[in-house]
């Protein structure tokens, strides 16, 4: 009888323990399938937020926002103040403002085509992953790298005035290559790296567009004063922001 109770007992206990072990092995699954889930919902919202990116439909909301939030303030002001009376008026205040934008439009013109043939000929792409994978065969990667391409940056600002042309050249290439490094670099910080070093060299560049009006004023105080001048006055300034914006 004793035997058969233990027998009993042992059996009871298997089947138990059987059981737990497949509850926790479907508790386990059911986790897994949830992750999964969790993951898919993860990659299909971030692939949404890449169409969206690609297909510009925040960005076109934004222009026409911002061209509403411009345009309507400004032709009320122009109508209360007796500015623009008519329609005439109003193209000739437009016209005289797009006159000053020539320049920038005409560099994005070219600007774009420059985009257009590297998304269409991957040049990019194929830049991109040749020199991730140079820099990761030689190790050049982490401080030493940034730094890098902010003198890089501030090296072609001295010849290339316009920072948004420049951005044009250097973002496709760039920001695939910095993120495929390991460790991988937010686009966010190669942004800022080009901002550093774009905006250090504006003082000592002639290629700013500003740099004949620095010129004009400081000749208001001494009329000795040139583009040499100027720019061997700011290299000090050029040289501590570097430092200490880098």
Same mark, same amino acid.
């Given at each position: 009888?004793?035997?058969?109770? *233990?027998?009993?007992?042992?059996?009871?206990?298997?089947?138990?323990?059987?059981?737990? *072990?497949? #509850?926790? %092995?479907?508790?386990?699954?059911?986790? %897994?399938?949830?992750?999964?889930?969790?993951?898919?919902?993860?990659?299909?919202?971030?692939?949404?937020? &890449?169409?969206?990116?690609?297909?510009?439909?925040?960005?076109?909301? #934004?222009?026409?926002?911002?061209? +509403?939030? /411009?345009?309507?303030?400004?032709?009320?002001?122009?109508?209360?103040?007796?500015?623009?009376?008519?329609?005439?008026? +109003? @193209?000739?205040?437009?016209?005289?403002?797009?006159?000053? #934008?020539?320049?920038?439009?005409?560099?994005? /013109?070219?600007?774009?085509?420059?985009? $257009?043939?590297?998304?269409?000929?991957?040049?990019?792409?194929?830049?991109?992953?040749?020199?991730?994978?140079?820099?990761?065969?030689?190790?050049?990667?982490? &401080?030493? &790298?940034?730094?890098? /391409?902010?003198?890089?940056?501030?090296?072609?600002?001295?010849? #290339?005035?316009?920072?948004?042309?420049?951005?044009?050249?250097?973002?496709?290439?760039?920001?695939?290559?910095?993120?495929?490094?390991?460790?991988?670099?937010?686009?966010?910080?190669?942004?800022?790296?080009? *901002? @550093?070093?774009?905006?250090?060299?504006? &003082?000592?560049?002639?290629?700013?567009? $500003?740099?004949?009006?620095?010129?004009? /004023?400081?000749?208001?105080?001494?009329?000795?004063?040139?583009?040499?001048?100027?720019?061997?006055?700011?290299?000090?300034?050029?040289?501590?922001?570097?430092?200490?914006?880098?």
């Amino acid at each position: 009888m004793e035997a058969a109770e *233990r027998a009993a007992a042992e059996k009871a206990a298997a089947e138990k323990a059987a059981a737990e *072990r497949i #509850m926790l %092995e479907k508790a386990m699954k059911e986790n %897994e399938e949830r992750a999964e889930r969790a993951e898919a919902r993860k990659k299909r919202a971030a692939l949404r937020r &890449l169409e969206v990116m690609e297909t510009g439909e925040v960005t076109d909301k #934004m222009s026409e926002g911002i061209l +509403l939030m /411009f345009f309507v303030p400004g032709l009320l002001y122009g109508a209360i103040v007796g500015s623009i009376k008519n329609d005439k008026q +109003l @193209v000739k205040h437009i016209t005289q403002t797009t006159a000053g #934008m020539a320049g920038y439009i005409v560099l994005v /013109f070219f600007a774009a085509q420059f985009v $257009y043939f590297f998304n269409y000929s991957n040049l990019g792409i194929i830049f991109a992953i040749k020199g991730a994978y140079g820099l990761q065969s030689i190790g050049f990667t982490g &401080l030493g &790298l940034i730094v890098s /391409f902010v003198l890089l940056s501030g090296f072609t600002n001295l010849f #290339m005035g316009s920072a948004s042309a420049k951005w044009a050249i250097m973002a496709p290439v760039f920001i695939p290559m910095f993120m495929l490094i390991d460790p991988a670099y937010h686009p966010a910080l190669t942004q800022a790296a080009f *901002r @550093v070093g774009d905006s250090v060299t504006n &003082l000592i560049t002639p290629m700013m567009s $500003y740099f004949a009006l620095i010129v004009t /004023f400081a000749q208001r105080y001494d009329e000795k004063y040139g583009i040499g001048t100027i720019i061997s006055t700011m290299i000090p300034y050029s040289l501590l922001l570097l430092i200490g914006w880098s």
